[in-house]
C-alpha cells in the first residue's frame, strides 16, 4: 500500500511517496517459481526421450539377436 505524505510550505510543496515493497518481492518469488518449475519439467521430458531411447535400442538388440538365432535354426534344419 502506498502512503502519501504531503507538506505544503509558502512557495513549495513536497510529495513523499512511500510503498511497501511486497508486491516487488512477490513478483521476483512467482518469478522464480516458473522459473524452477520450467526446470523440472524440461528435466523429466529429458529422462523421458532417454528413457524411450533404451528401450528401442534394447528391442532392436533383441529383434537382431533373434534374427540370428532363426537364421541357425534354419541352417540346421536343412
Known amino acids: 500500500m ?8 509558502p512557495h513549495t510543496t513536497i510529495i513523499e511517496r512511500r510503498g511497501g ?3 516487488v518481492l512477490i513478483g521476483i518469488a512467482v518469478l522464480l517459481a516458473v522459473i524452477v ?3 523440472f ?3 523429466r521430458n529429458d529422462s523421458e526421450v532417454a528413457k524411450n ?6 528391442a ?7 534374427d540370428k538365432a532363426g537364421a ?3 541352417g540346421d534344419s536343412k
Open 2 to 9: 502506498t502512503d502519501d505524505r504531503v507538506t505544503q510550505t
Open 21 to 23: 515493497g511486497g508486491g
Open 37 to 39: 518449475g520450467a526446470y
Open 41 to 43: 519439467l524440461l528435466i
Open 53 to 58: 531411447n533404451a528401450i528401442t535400442s534394447a
Open 60 to 66: 532392436k538388440s533383441v529383434e537382431s539377436t533373434s
Open 72 to 74: 541357425a535354426i534354419s
